[in-house]
């Protein structure tokens, strides 16, 4: 009970969460371990996992990048890993440990995520012995590999890669694994990777060398990873040629079209900008983020009426933002007035 109380009151100080089950929570909770390992330095390395199978554990390969002899521990229990299965690309490690009886948790699905869903990410952040969790919601989803590759504000600290990303009826949907500076971009590989990762030969030797799609060179990195540092920067030419050339690749894409219509509206682009959004709303009508952005500039241009009728789906597809939004616009009508 006092574990719960611990995870209810971290949940319930974020502003995004919604009904969320009570146990499967506290299952979550209980299925993450710690991953650690000392260093050639005899420094002690460590990480998070999910216990996703019987006597499975996953967790980021880079956790194990220092270590040739790690071990898993739970409260004050600890085991030892007999072998493991490498994915260094996805950043994914599959571990066996011996003895490791605990129920697996559920298993959900990355695909199947929402812009604005609650979201709760449990690890142990800053090597902290007893699981941390924090609240947030999904910002984006980005198709790569056969999964999607999730952005969220549940944020995490180091001693959390390789720790769980739940849905609020404790389904695993992602592992924490990396994150940029800037705007709350923290990142989980989807669990949807993990029946791939099942087919990999098992090895014994335990240290993992090989570079993560996260590392990759800036030229080479997917899209939704290159516009990260000039975001951050708030380099908005350079956004620009990202997303135009990532339109062109992905013509198809709503988060592509966002983005595009982001930077143009940065740059003053006002009629590219809203023209990107409507594309984006067209390929992924619940994009709340283009509706937002969209109904701004419709505001703007002195057309309330479209604002607010966008503003009432919002509503409905993502209250968060849509609240947000309606503030925004009572704000902006509100200063008009005392001008």
């Known amino acids: 009970m006092k574990q719960f109380l611990i995870l209810l009151t971290l949940l319930i100080h974020t502003s995004f969460v919604n009904a969320f089950d009570q146990a499967a929570l506290l299952k979550a909770f209980g299925?993450?371990?710690?991953?650690?390992?000392?260093?050639?330095?005899?420094?002690?390395?460590?990480?998070?996992?999910?216990i996703v199978g019987k006597g499975e554990v996953i967790t980021n390969c880079h956790v194990l990048r220092r270590?040739?002899?790690?071990?898993?521990?739970?409260?004050?229990?600890?085991?030892?890993?007999?072998?493991?299965?490498?994915?260094?690309?996805?950043?994914?490690?599959?571990?066996?440990?011996?003895n490791l009886n605990s129920n697996p948790i559920s298993i959900g699905s990355s695909n199947n995520l929402v812009k604005g869903q609650s979201l709760a990410a449990i690890g142990h952040s800053g090597g902290s012995?007893?699981?941390?969790?924090?609240?947030?919601y999904v910002v984006s989803t980005y198709e790569y590999d056969k999964g999607k590759i999730i952005l969220s504000s549940a944020k995490f600290r180091?001693?959390?890669?390789?720790?769980?990303?739940?849905?609020?009826?404790?389904?695993?949907?992602?592992?924490?694994?990396?994150?940029?500076?800037?705007?709350?971009?923290?990142?989980a590989v989807p669990i949807d990777w993990l029946s791939d990762l099942r087919k990999k030969n098992k090895q014994k030797k335990f240290l993992v060398k090989g570079k993560a799609l996260w590392e990759e060179d800036e030229d080479k990195k997917p899209y939704f990873l290159k516009i990260a540092i000039p975001k951050v920067k708030e380099n908005w030419d350079d956004l620009f040629i990202v997303t135009k050339d990532w339109i062109k690749t992905e013509e198809r894409?709503?988060?592509?079209?966002?983005?595009?219509?982001?930077?143009?509206?940065?740059?003053?682009k006002l009629?590219?900008?809203?023209?990107?959004?409507?594309?984006?709303?067209?390929?992924?009508?619940?994009?709340?983020?283009?509706?937002?952005?969209?109904?701004?500039?419709?505001?703007?241009?002195?057309?309330?009426?479209?604002?607010?009728?966008?503003?009432?789906?919002?509503?409905?597809?993502?209250?968060?933002?849509?609240?947000?939004l309606a503030n925004t616009l009572k704000k902006i009508v509100s200063d008009e007035k005392n001008e």
């Open 158 to 187: 180091l001693g959390a890669s390789g720790s769980g990303l739940f849905d609020m009826k404790g389904n695993l949907v992602g592992i924490n694994t990396f994150k940029t500076t800037g705007y709350g971009s923290y990142y």
């Open 31 to 50: 299925s993450i371990v710690m991953v650690r390992g000392y260093t050639e330095s005899g420094s002690l390395a460590y990480g998070s996992g999910v």
């Open 253 to 268: 894409n709503s988060e592509a079209w966002y983005e595009y219509g982001f930077a143009n509206e940065k740059l003053l």
């Open 67 to 98: 270590t040739e002899a790690p071990w898993i521990s739970q409260g004050e229990s600890s085991y030892s890993i007999t072998d493991i299965r490498i994915d260094t690309w996805h950043d994914l490690c599959l571990l066996n440990a011996h």
């Open 129 to 136: 012995p007893v699981p941390l969790t924090t609240g947030g």
């Open 271 to 324: 009629e590219a900008a809203l023209a990107a959004y409507n594309k984006s709303i067209d390929l992924d009508k619940n994009n709340s983020d283009s509706m937002y952005r969209s109904a701004l500039l419709y505001n703007k241009n002195g057309n309330s009426n479209k604002a607010k009728n966008i503003q009432r789906k919002l509503l409905m597809i993502d209250e968060v933002k849509g609240l947000e």
